[in-house]
């Protein structure tokens, strides 16, 4: 553990007042936050979108199964993956803790993903998972709410990822696209190249479904998501911090191989 100072209890109090009131300011200003997303315009979905469950084909609408307001995690789980992207995996370890209090309080959760549902369901079985999860591949929905591109959008003029435009994948030669050490790690453990894996994007949305009509309210993507990802809750106040040098992370059944 690197060097760090070291104080009496009453200089330990001192530090954590003055911490407490900036904690304080935080939590007030994630409640307007909060607040402003409930404020935003909710937007009528007129476009048919089909999604294979177990329960068989699905509506966006079918998803609500009887609640009115319907959460969708964008797992990263492209067709050409051999195993869902771990990051995603990391964050969807606490859906099924508390998927059953949401339903119970008028929201469904769902993670929603491209590869077929077979690979979903043996994915799911591997993780030890029950929380439900949709297969997208017959329709335009990851597309529609921008987490899955196109090889040509990748080769053109970029992509809109996360309210702004990223620049064109720089492809070398046999096809695979560049990119950061980190994403070439993660892709190589979901067992595809870089620009494959970049196509699928993580992200959530969130929907209201009024007078049989399906609204969608919110979406977040990328460090969005930092809150709905429960381990660095936790190493945000653990001593050393998040202290990462790379991708230490693994699937939950992979650590001590």
């Not at 993670?111 to 979903?120: D, F, I």
């Amino acid at each position: 553990m690197t060097e760090h100072i070291t104080g009496t209890r009453e200089d330990w109090q001192t530090a954590r007042l003055d911490l407490l009131a900036a904690e304080k300011d935080l939590t007030r200003q994630s409640d307007d936050l909060a607040r402003r997303r409930r404020e935003l315009p909710w937007v009528p979905i007129d476009k048919e979108y089909r999604f294979d469950t177990d329960e068989g084909g699905a509506s966006l609408a079918d998803l609500f199964q009887g609640r009115s307001q319907l959460l969708v995690y964008h797992f990263m789980f492209g067709p050409e993956y051999k195993a869902g992207c771990p990051s995603c995996s990391m964050i969807a370890d606490g859906f099924n803790g508390f998927a059953v209090h949401l339903a119970n309080h008028d929201v469904m959760l769902w993670a929603v993903s491209r590869a077929p549902l077979a690979k979903l369901r043996e994915y799911k079985r591997r993780m030890g998972w029950t929380f439900p999860w949709a297969s997208s591949i017959a329709s335009d929905f990851n597309s529609d709410f921008n987490v899955w591109f196109s090889e040509e959008q990748q080769r053109g003029d970029g992509i809109d990822y996360n309210y702004r435009r990223e620049p064109a994948v720089a492809w070398r030669e046999g096809g695979e696209g560049g990119g950061a050490a980190a994403e070439g790690t993660i892709a190589a453990q979901c067992g595809t190249d870089t620009a494959t894996f970049q196509r699928d994007r993580p992200g959530m949305s969130a929907f209201a479904l009024k007078d049989g009509v399906v609204h969608h309210t919110y979406s977040t993507y990328a460090r969005g998501l930092d809150s709905l990802w429960g381990v660095y809750q936790w190493l945000d106040r653990a001593p050393r911090g998040r202290d990462e040098t790379g991708v230490w992370w693994r699937r939950h059944d992979e650590y001590g191989r």
